[in-house]
């Protein structure tokens, strides 16, 4: 998790909490896919940090909360987390301020037409009258992304401990629909009886549908990668990069979807430095 944090970035951020799931451009950025029938042995690694998960509770608990309260909460939790590792504030490494309890999920609502592609929603930003422009394209739909460890398997699809020894697996981000986030969300849940948590569990994912990324997930015992400290941290510090890549489509102004749909603009138009006036100056 980056030192300098913008809290309100995570506000779209889920969990598998209970209360979390009612909530419910990519450049060159290689995504995790699947085929159908294709099975994968993994481990989820994208986790908020101590003082982020601080701040949402607090936030929840308390409306209207002040720049001065918000840094009083990141202060406390992170001397709290400081002590609980024997360190001070300025030696916790970005591995030493994740939360490991939880896993989390970004979520994004996204248009897809064909040949314009996917493109983020605009409703609600601005105002009235751009949202009748968005209302052209087909209904958005909600769309979860985070981050997996893939490990290297086994012909009998085991994991192959050798393999991961000499650094065979990958770290990918990863994108998917809603019903896959149910698929989850229902095995952390039954997990949760149990007093335990996917994020302590390795899973394995059996792709049902391609297209849409469905998923049928179970667990498999305990994490592989979680068993070793000094492996862990070095399987955090290749994932935290990772953070920074969790939303997969671009986004899209009002007027460049109207252009772009053939619409008239708002009247606004761009003046490029260097563009030879001479003409329109003529009959002045």
Known sequence: MP???????????????????????????????????????????????????????????????????????????????????????????????????????????????????????????DGPEADAVWKKLPEAKTYFTTILLIYPMTPEGKHDIEGIKKGSWRILPWRFGRNTYEEIWNLNDGLRGNQMTIATQDIRLECKDATYQNMKVSFVGKAVWQSNVAFRNMI???????????????????????????????GVQDVSVGEDFSGILDSV
């Open 3 to 125: 030192d300098n944090i913008n809290y309100d970035d995570y506000d779209t951020d889920v969990s598998l909490d209970p209360e979390d799931k009612a909530k419910v451009g990519t450049g060159n950025q290689e995504w995790f896919r699947m085929v159908k029938g294709q099975t994968a042995l993994c481990s989820f690694l994208y986790y908020h940090s101590y003082d982020l998960m601080a701040v949402k509770a607090f936030r929840r608990a308390k409306k209207g909360a002040t720049p001065d309260e918000i840094k009083a909460v990141v202060a406390k939790t992170l001397e709290e987390r400081a002590k609980a590792l024997g360190k001070s504030v300025d030696q916790l490494t970005p591995e030493d301020k994740l939360n490991l309890s939880q896993v989390q999920f970004r979520s994004c609502n996204a248009h897809y037409q064909q040949g314009l592609g996917y493109v983020l929603t605009g409703l609600g930003r």
């Open 236 to 266: 955090l510090s290749k994932a935290i990069p990772f953070y920074d890549k969790l939303v997969p489509f671009r986004t899209l102004t009002t007027d460049a979807l109207r252009a772009k749909l053939g619409m008239a603009t708002s």
